[in-house]
Structures are given as C-alpha cells and as structure tokens.
C-alpha cells in the first residue's frame, strides 16, 4: 500500500505526515483491498477557523475509487473525519 501526501502552497510537518501514515496503515490493515491512499492539504481562505481543508482519495479494488473531502480547525481532524467516512463507505462495500 503507498500513501501520497500533497500540501498545496505549504510545506507538511513530520508530524503531520506521521499522524497520516499511522491513519492509512490503520486503514490498510483493516481493509486489505485498499493498495493506494492520496492525501490532498489545502488552507482554505480566509484566514479563519475552520479553514483547513483535507481531501482524501482512496484505490481499493473492486470498489474501486472512493473519496472524501471535510474542511475542519485543523489538518488532524479533517483527515479523521475523511477516514471515518472512507471506512463507512468501505464497511457498505463490504456487506454488499
């Protein structure tokens, strides 16, 4: 599985790209079909709360593409989000 992090217009803490990865090899472990994660970062403008903005794209055969994208205080959270509704997405696959 290979995890692809673009920041646009920003350079990405290691940190942030730790807290990812751990969230993809989570995801990775749970749903072994998934062979490729792209996390997209973006800093919404204006300047304000609730201004960053994750997109997360998700390759997991057969279901094929899936994607979700939440805007949120920080990068932390969007991404959370966008892997909780990823792995819904992923459980409604599953069961059908």
Request: glycine fraction near 0%.
């Amino acid at each position: 599985m290979e995890t692809k992090i673009k920041a646009i217009h920003f350079d990405v803490s290691d940190r942030l790209t730790a807290f990812i990865n751990k969230k993809s090899e989570k995801m990775a472990r749970r749903f072994e079909a998934i062979t490729e994660i792209e996390v997209t970062l973006k800093v919404v403008k204006p300047e304000t709360a609730m201004n960053k903005e994750a997109s997360v794209k998700m390759i997991a055969p057969p279901a094929a593409e899936l994607f979700a994208s939440k805007t949120a205080d920080t990068f932390e959270e969007a991404v959370d989000l966008c892997m909780d509704a990823l792995e819904r997405k992923l459980e409604k696959n599953k069961n059908t």
